[in-house]
């Protein structure tokens, strides 16, 4: 088990940037995939991005490509997703996530953060 805390929500105009952290805790850091979800309300959750225990990201939604980025520290048991040039349809509570391997299925992340919300005005 790992246990995950979000921190870096709130409000921000289109356009603008913010950077979510993730803190991991618990057993070892770098046996994890680590990734992000975000659920906008009255929608499904969706995943974002990905960090493979490997090293490599991986973008699941067209819609972020280029304009957000995930990296991950293994010194600092802290996993980023650093979001630029923000949209309104990016709202949305978003959720660190960890699990053995990297998949796009929620199922497959037996460890949740409790989320941080994030709200773009337009």
């Known amino acids: 088990q790992v246990q995950l805390v979000e921190s870096g929500g709130g409000l921000v105009q289109a356009g603008g940037s913010l950077t979510l952290s993730c803190a991991a805790s618990?057993?070892?850091?770098?046996?994890?995939?680590m990734g992000w979800f975000r659920q906008a309300p009255g929608k499904e959750r969706e995943i974002v991005a990905v960090?493979?225990?490997?090293?490599?990201?991986?973008y699941y939604l067209d819609s972020v490509k280029g304009r957000l980025t995930i990296a991950r520290d293994d010194d600092r048991d802290t996993v980023y997703l650093h979001m630029n040039s923000l949209k309104p349809e990016d709202t949305a509570v978003y959720f660190c996530?960890?699990?053995?391997?990297?998949?796009?299925?929620?199922?497959?992340?037996?460890?949740w953060g409790q989320g941080t919300q994030v709200t773009v005005s337009s």
């Open positions: 960090f493979t225990r490997s090293g490599g990201p991986m």
């Open positions: 618990g057993r070892a850091f770098s046996t994890y995939a």
């Open positions: 996530v960890a699990g053995p391997t990297a998949t796009r299925w929620s199922r497959d992340y037996p460890n």
